[in-house]
């Protein structure tokens, strides 16, 4: 069965600072994998996704994240924080053969330190 | 496009009493999903509907919840006689098919609802 970790429940970093949020997955086949964020009071929004392609992809208010299928991870990251970036991120995974649901992992609570 | 729309924002209720939560998805998306988020137990998926039929309801924790999508544009989540531990936050989000696959999905803003 398909399944995400992500091993940090909150994740401290300066502002200005680059900041890294880790991401395990595991699945059957290859991994459709995506970042979301939730800002307090909110639904999550979408940030980035992998399907294919480039290892590392770039997505929505300068985050990126690196696809790495030997140590099965999809670790997003950000080369700048900013205060505004303090949100729960969650990291997500879809089996590009089994299912059409997304699992998600429980979220990292990043905190931008001013 | 407004987005996924979901009503209420706030429900407070009795326990025992039946709660309807409503959802109107993005036009021509043809999946909808309902998600349960706790601090305990992080972001659930509940069930899931392709074409307004249900497809996965492995998520629904008891038959006190069900779930219905009449029609492409609206779907409820009912909890009857609800209890103090269904107090959570419940989100909708809808997708579409691209290239044969699933889409990202987007949420709504969620019903916090507190059983009493």
């Known amino acids: 069965a398909q399944s995400v970790a992500q091993p940090e429940d909150q994740v401290n970093v300066a502002e200005g600072n680059p900041l890294t949020v880790k991401c395990t997955y595991s699945?059957?086949?290859?991994?459709?994998l995506f970042w979301y964020v939730q800002y307090p009071n909110r639904g999550l929004q979408f940030l980035l996704k992998y399907i294919t392609g480039d290892n590392l992809v770039k997505g929505s208010y300068g985050f990126e994240a690196e696809f790495n299928k030997s140590q099965t991870s999809f670790h997003l990251k950000k080369p700048s924080a900013l205060v505004s970036d303090s949100a729960l991120y969650f990291c997500a995974v879809r089996d590009s053969i089994r299912d059409d649901k997304i699992i998600f992992g429980k979220g990292t609570r990043l905190h931008i330190l001013p | 496009d407004a987005g996924v729309i979901q009503s209420p924002r706030h429900e407070v209720t009795e326990m025992g009493q039946e709660v309807t939560l409503r959802c109107k998805p993005i036009?021509?998306?043809?999946?909808l999903f309902w998600y349960r988020q706790t601090m305990m137990r992080g972001l659930e998926l509940l069930i899931y509907f392709n074409n307004n039929v249900p497809i996965d309801d492995s998520g629904m924790p008891e038959d006190r919840f069900s779930a219905k999508m009449p029609n492409a544009s609206f779907s409820t989540l009912k909890i009857q006689p609800s209890e103090p531990r269904d107090s959570a936050v419940y989100f909708c989000?809808?997708?579409?098919?691209?290239?044969?696959?699933?889409?990202?999905?987007?949420f709504g803003a969620g019903t916090r609802l507190s059983v009493l």
């Open positions: 699945v059957s086949g290859n991994p459709y």
């Open positions: 989000a809808s997708s579409f098919e691209y290239h044969g696959r699933l889409n990202i999905q987007y």
């Open positions: 036009s021509g998306h043809d999946y």
